[in-house]
């Protein structure tokens, strides 16, 4: 007990250096993160930023984020309406939530208890977005693995990022291709790119990414 103890506080020392480092390092400070997954919030948390992107504790699929990352202006000045509070995954179905949808496409909110809830954050968010200054987040496994829509988001008209299992000839395509990381029975990565590294409070997809140089660049 006394060395779990230890070990979260040896943890805590490390990531909050590690957060401080990031934040004396950041120079562009006023940036809307699209993000397909969670990675996106949790990149403004490890920076103290606030939330300017609506696209936080929610995963969207297929061509639903590729419409999002080309055309935000269109999707960021509608007010999303609900489609179902309990979408009940047809593969696992321990897993559940609620659906929102923007015009034609829809939103996963993965950590929402209900629409209302998920629609209030997008909402609140959405007025937050800074146009001028954005930057993607994407992958392969909420693409279905599919090469094309791959190819497709990591050519999106913005700075952005593509995590993926399937091999994609782009410069910006971060390629997870050792044995270690696996799709489960949903398509999921895992182990999940927000997780942290066993034995260290860095997470995986800081091991890969230097998002900080990124947003700067």
């Known amino acids: 007990m006394e060395r779990n103890i230890f070990q979260?506080?040896?943890?805590?020392?490390?990531?909050?250096?590690?957060?401080?480092?990031?934040?004396?390092?950041?120079?562009?400070?006023?940036f809307t993160i699209i993000s397909q997954n969670c990675v996106g919030g949790v990149i403004y948390s490890q920076l103290?930023?606030?939330?300017?992107?609506?696209?936080?504790?929610?995963?969207?699929?297929?061509?639903?984020?590729?419409?999002?990352?080309?055309?935000?202006?269109k999707y960021f000045s509608i007010v999303p309406t609900a489609v179902t509070d309990k979408y009940?995954?047809?593969?696992?179905?321990?897993?559940?939530y609620p659906k929102i949808r923007i015009d034609d496409i829809e939103i996963c909110c993965l950590h929402y208890k209900d629409c209302a809830d998920a629609i209030s954050a997008w909402d609140r968010r959405r007025k937050r977005v800074n146009l001028d200054n954005v930057f993607v987040i994407g992958n392969s496994?909420?693409?279905?693995?599919?090469?094309?829509?791959?190819?497709?988001?990591?050519?999106?008209?913005?700075?952005?990022?593509?995590?993926?299992?399937?091999?994609?000839?782009?410069?910006?395509?971060?390629?997870?291709?050792d044995d270690f990381w696996h799709l489960d029975q949903r398509g999921i990565v895992r182990p999940n790119i927000t997780d942290?590294?066993?034995?260290?409070?860095?997470?995986?997809?800081?091991k890969y990414f230097d998002y900080v140089e990124w947003f700067n660049s």
């Open 8 to 30: 979260r506080v040896q943890y805590k020392i490390i990531r909050d250096r590690k957060n401080a480092e990031y934040r004396k390092k950041l120079t562009n400070r006023n």
């Open 48 to 73: 103290g930023m606030e939330f300017l992107s609506p696209t936080i504790n929610m995963f969207i699929e297929d061509e639903n984020f590729i419409k999002l990352a080309y055309e935000p202006e």
């Open 88 to 96: 009940v995954d047809p593969i696992d179905p321990s897993v559940s």
């Open 141 to 177: 496994w909420n693409m279905h693995s599919d090469l094309q829509l791959v190819e497709k988001i990591a050519d999106a008209p913005h700075r952005t990022i593509v995590f993926s299992t399937v091999d994609v000839p782009r410069d910006n395509v971060i390629l997870l291709k």
């Open 196 to 206: 942290d590294i066993p034995g260290s409070p860095i997470k995986y997809f800081e």
